[in-house]
């Protein structure tokens, strides 16, 4: 089991405060899931930073420099409790091809099929022995069969992506795929076996600028600027905010442009 979190902000953030410092940050979190952390930061000026490491994040000075200098428009962070693959920088997520950045949380027990149904080339590609760097191929060689060498359009790559995470929900004995998937302009979430969490937060909002820990009742700020607009996915409520409970078998995007917006693709 893993721990996965996403944001879209409508304008640079810092994203400290959610992966050091919130009550259940996703360095708390590395505590219960120590196997690993990735942050992956995308900025409109230098595309995706990615960062990771095999080791506790918790425990890991560059976890905590990696957190401190994260800063942009989306991000995609992930914590590691190893189910298949050794520990290893190879088998850490996110993974990236591309403009693509994938993290998973769960264990899917039907690899041979995600694999038959990937072509030669995206496996190819595949570093490390985890299934979810195979499901990663697997989606990028659906979206790779719509491109036929241009750039395919966000409706092309809507219908792709959600006929991929049907077909394979639709098996019984599939496993547990929670993902998220993003390019910098459009962050793509499914659940599938795990829990996964939406917070909005609304420009009109007043910001929540002081949070308690839970663990130490110590009060924290947020770092989240007046009438800043950001969503945020996540395995579990990582902060005390109005989170809301993601459907099973929901597939869901959060497009940036202009202000972060959810999409419902697929619901059960």
Not at 14 to 24: D, H, S, T
Not at 57 to 86: N, Y
Not at 175 to 196: I, K, Q, V
Not at 245 to 251: K, L, M, P, Q, Y
């Amino acid at each position: 089991m893993c721990r996965i979190l996403g944001i879209v902000a409508d304008e640079p953030a810092q994203f400290v405060f959610c992966l050091r410092e919130a009550p259940r940050s996703m360095g708390h979190l590395s505590h219960e899931h120590p196997d690993g952390w990735g942050v992956a930061v995308y900025d409109d000026r230098a595309g995706w930073a990615l960062r990771k490491q095999a080791l506790s994040a918790f425990s890991d000075p560059r976890f905590l420099e990696a957190a401190g200098e994260s800063r942009g428009q989306m991000m995609i962070a992930h914590v590691r409790k190893r189910t298949v693959g050794p520990v290893a920088v190879e088998n850490t997520h996110p993974f990236e091809s591309g403009p693509w950045v994938f993290a998973h949380n769960g264990t899917i027990d039907e690899v041979d099929h995600l694999r038959a149904e990937s072509s030669a080339r995206r496996l190819e590609a595949v570093r490390g022995t985890t299934d979810s760097e195979v499901f990663f191929a697997y989606l990028m060689t659906r979206l790779d069969a719509i491109s036929e060498g241009a750039r395919a359009t966000e409706e092309a790559v809507d219908r792709a992506l959600t006929r991929a995470v049907t077909e394979v929900a639709s098996r019984a004995g599939f496993g547990a795929c929670n993902f998220l998937l993003a390019n910098g302009e459009t962050l793509y979430a499914f659940r599938h076996g795990r829990t996964l969490h939406l917070l909005d937060r609304n420009a009109d909002d007043a910001p929540v600028s002081e949070l308690p820990s839970r663990r130490t009742g110590t009060v924290m700020e947020t770092r989240w600027l007046p009438r800043q607009r950001a969503v945020l996915v996540a395995s579990e409520e990582i902060t005390h905010e109005p989170w809301a409970r993601v459907a099973e078998g929901t597939f869901l995007k959060v497009t940036r442009r202009p202000h972060p917006n959810v999409t419902i693709l697929a619901a059960r």
